[in-house]
């Protein structure tokens, strides 16, 4: 309902995740994060001061712990801890300021973000540190579009989809 704050901003819907306690996070482009409950009672918007890019979230991720990264326009993350129903916002150098699109956690835990520009940055568990992953990857016949989903495999493999097909990384 528009002009009413307590419901879902009239904005485009990127994603959707419930955290390991049973919130309902919804990313929305330019109204910043929506939060309800298990049974979909609406519980808080989250309008991010500061840039507008913070408020356009395209993405979202659980990691191990259960904390959730919100990927957004420009390369800005925002963490939510969903024990102390908390956010903090980073801005990895990593991301050129590229917009996040997707995001995926591996096996172990680490953490592929997919962005726009069609590079890869890699969030490493063990090091706790952002790793720009295929940074020197080009290929003449393949036009770098923007990185649509990130599958990795059990292998140590991503498994990348963007405009002009279907990547392989090793």
């Known amino acids: 309902v528009d002009g009413n704050k307590a419901t879902l901003p009239k904005y485009d819907i990127n994603d959707v995740i419930e955290t390991n306690q049973g919130e309902i996070l919804v990313a929305t482009?330019?109204?910043?994060?929506t939060i309800y409950d298990q049974h979909w009672n609406f519980i808080r918007n989250v309008h991010f001061a500061g840039p507008p890019e913070l408020n356009l979230v395209w993405s979202f991720v659980s990691l191990d712990d259960g904390a959730i990264w919100a990927g957004t326009q420009?390369?800005?993350?925002?963490?939510?801890?969903?024990?102390?129903?908390s956010f903090k916002t980073i801005h990895p150098r990593e991301t050129n300021n590229s917009t996040i699109s997707t995001m995926a956690r591996d096996p172990i835990g680490n953490i592929l973000i997919g962005l726009y520009n069609g590079k890869i940055v890699l969030w490493d568990k063990a090091a706790e540190k952002f790793?720009?992953?295929n940074d020197s990857v080009t290929?003449?016949?393949i036009p770098i579009t923007g990185v649509i989903g990130i599958m990795p495999d059990g292998t140590g493999?991503?498994?990348?989809?963007?405009?002009s097909g279907l990547l392989l990384y090793d």
């Not at 482009?29 to 994060?33: E, K, N, R």
């Not at 420009?74 to 102390?84: E, F, L, S, T």
């Open 131 to 133: 790793y720009a992953y």
């Open 29 to 33: 482009w330019g109204g910043g994060i």
């Open 157 to 163: 493999r991503a498994w990348v989809t963007n405009a």
């Open 74 to 85: 420009n390369g800005y993350i925002h963490q939510y801890d969903p024990v102390r129903h």
């Open 139 to 141: 290929n003449p016949n």
